[in-house]
């Protein structure tokens, strides 16, 4: 979810309040308000960040605790990270900041150390809604996703969480039941595998509903480009829902991401927040494995964090990682036989084991097993790819997307004049069937010469398994 986020976020924030693209795709080429490097991301998800490192501790983000913690941190970022940041967000927090600050003052302490501050920004969101006709701005759908993740099993929580996250900043109800619906959207993305904005609709009040089915289905009838005017948080969220719902097939494929993405980008205005919103529904029902190597690997932002810091937020959010497991961790499984040879087909492509990874010589790494923090030596050449070691179809997403999207890491890097070593823990089943589907795509080998190529370099003649069962079937495809 959060690493979807980014993405969208990276690639819209060129485009933000430009021309729309009218031709070829976006790119993570940098600029934008910043001005941002290539890969880098925005106000979005920096303010995502502040929320995500709260809800990481197990936080209650609809209790005054969690509220505190987030306000302080939305503070601290304004003053000291904001690269840059919405008018809305911008008053209320000074305004907030101004009232705490008289506090600080007057009992000659830090500001950072009293914990009025919810109370602070509540009362400064509401006189802003009060004195302002159109104060429901995107910027609190923007850092919402996140919020969706904080009690997967529980949608009235969820519900409760997003209502006050989005009230710290922004007092109007629209505001509130956008990003309802938002973070349930995310919440049933994780656990029911299924993309749907309305899920939520009876989370809204009573006279909110009719209002807000009229809405989605208007974002589902209308082509997205009629959804320009995004600052607003019912056409942001129209915006995107509009995108992802009209590239959506029958069958749900991991490459609807990139669709999805580009038709969101390429409505204009509010591109980044768009792709941000948009970003963290596809992120949330496509795994990390329905994202694009070259995006995982460029995407970075405030506070000098990377994908895989994003990673461990979000599952350290959901409960499904601690300070002694990955990602967190500095080295994973290392036991085994240090393999590295050499493969026909790549003069500089190498395959083996994780044992081998501390001593290759190669200048990119593309790991398709879990690596540990100190394992990375070069986060730009080196792909971290989600790929299960396992034979059993379910706990796959997309399992032919994942190993084409390896693959062509491993091209990618070779084509940019890297030697790269291709890894997972001993290679038995991960390492070989990316090895045939790249000697098949890339090498001009037919899928048999592949695999022979494969097991002798190996010296194993017993590779077998659903990934390499899949591996063969591609390049059969690939073949005709
Ligand atoms: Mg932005």
Redesign the pocket.
């Known amino acids: 979810m959060l690493l979807g986020q980014a993405i969208g ?1 990276a690639l ?2 060129p485009y ?1 309040f430009k021309s729309p693209i009218t031709a070829g795709e976006a790119r993570m080429i940098g600029g ?2 910043g001005p941002y490097s290539p890969g880098e991301w ?3 998800t920096q303010m995502a960040i502040c929320i995500a490192q709260v809800a990481a501790t197990g936080a209650d983000l609809s209790a005054y605790d969690g509220l505190n913690e987030i306000a302080k941190r939305f503070c601290e970022w304004r003053f000291r990270g904001a690269s ?1 940041i ?1 008018h809305q967000t911008a008053a209320v927090i000074s305004r907030a900041d101004l009232m705490i600050g008289g506090a600080a003052m007057d009992a000659s302490m830090s500001r950072y150390d009293l914990d009025n501050w919810a109370p602070a920004f509540q009362q400064a969101a509401t006189e802003y809604a009060e004195q302002h006709p159109r104060s429901a701005g995107n910027e609190a759908l ?1 850092r919402n996703g996140i919020v969706g993740l904080t009690r997967l099993e529980d949608r009235q929580a969820t519900a409760a969480s997003a209502r006050a996250v989005a009230a710290l900043t922004h007092a109007d109800p629209l505001v509130a039941a956008s990003c309802v619906l938002h973070a349930e959207a995310v919440r049933i993305a994780v656990t029911k595998a299924r993309l749907d904005i309305r899920a939520g609709i009876d989370l809204l009040a009573d006279d909110e509903r009719e209002q807000w089915s009229a809405w989605i289905d208007e974002a589902e009838r209308n082509d997205p480009k009629s959804f320009k005017d995004n600052g607003f948080t019912v056409t942001a969220l129209q915006a995107a829902w509009s995108a992802i719902f009209h590239t959506m097939p029958e069958d749900p494929r991991p490459d609807l991401v990139n669709d999805a993405l580009q038709l969101a980008i390429s409505i204009g205005h ?1 591109t ?2 768009v792709a ?1 919103i948009a970003g963290a529904l596809l992120g949330a029902r496509y795994g990390v494995s329905g994202l694009r190597h070259d995006w995982r690997r460029q995407v970075h932002g405030w506070p000098h964090m990377r994908g895989r810091d994003l990673i461990e937020l979000a599952l350290r959010t959901v409960g499904a990682s601690g300070d002694d497991e990955w990602p967190a961790r500095d080295y994973e499984d290392r036991s085994g036989t240090a393999v590295e040879v050499r493969v026909p087909w790549a003069p500089e492509l190498t395959i083996g084991t994780q044992a081998a990874l501390a001593t290759t010589p190669a200048t990119a790494v593309v790991s398709l097993s879990r690596v540990g923090r100190a394992e990375v030596r070069d986060p730009e050449r080196h792909v971290q790819a989600w790929l299960v070691d396992s034979d059993e179809p379910a706990t796959h997403n997309n399992l032919a997307f994942a190993l084409h999207d390896a693959v062509d890491a491993v091209q990618d890097l070779l084509d940019a004049g890297e030697s790269v070593f291709l890894h997972c823990v001993h290679a038995h089943h991960r390492t070989p069937s990316v090895a045939l589907l790249h000697a098949v795509k890339y090498g001009g080998l037919s899928a048999q010469d592949a695999a022979a190529a494969i097991r002798m370099a190996l010296g194993d003649n017993k590779i077998s398994g659903l990934l390499w069962a899949t591996a063969l079937e591609e390049a059969d495809i690939h073949a005709r």
């Open positions: 976020d819209g924030v933000e934008g308000l925005s106000d979005d840059d919405g923007m509010d980044d927040t941000a």
